[in-house]
């Protein structure tokens, strides 16, 4: 074991059970930890985040996301189905086209946040 590791072990056997009541009074419950841990999973593609960025900009089709991120339009509608089915994209119809945005400013700030931390 390196020093750094060796250090940050603590060497007291100590439970703190007044600091573990506290915690687990505020710790969310399973399905909400579940639910967040499959959240992050999908941020954790690489074409899914490149969509989610050119929708940072503009409402686009998938036609445009296609050609934006030289992929076919299959694969992008995959994707999107994805992104939709986890509440991070909304769509709407006008005529035939169908325009992709973001779903609302939680996706900004949660991306943008991830950003901020990777930047520091």
């Known amino acids: 074991m390196n020093k750094d590791n060796e ?3 603590c060497k007291a056997r100590e ?3 007044d600091l573990l009541g506290k915690v ?3 710790l969310p ?3 909400d930890i579940f639910d967040l841990a499959e959240l992050f999973k999908i941020f954790g593609d690489s074409t899914r985040m490149r969509i989610l960025f050119v929708l940072f900009e503009e409402e686009v089709c998938t036609c445009d996301l296609a050609e934006i991120l030289g992929m076919t339009s299959s694969a992008i509608s995959h994707q999107l189905a994805i992104l939709r089915k986890s509440k991070l994209v909304k769509c ?8 992709y945005s973001l779903s609302d ?9 991830g950003l901020e931390h990777i930047n520091e």
């Not at 400013?105 to 946040?113: F, K, S």
């Open 105 to 113: 400013e939680h996706v900004r700030t949660i991306i943008e946040m």
């Open 15 to 17: 439970i703190h059970r």
């Open 29 to 31: 419950c399973e399905d």
């Open 7 to 9: 250090k940050c072990l």
């Open 92 to 99: 709407r119809r006008d005529g035939k086209t169908v325009f």
């Open 24 to 26: 687990l009074q505020k």
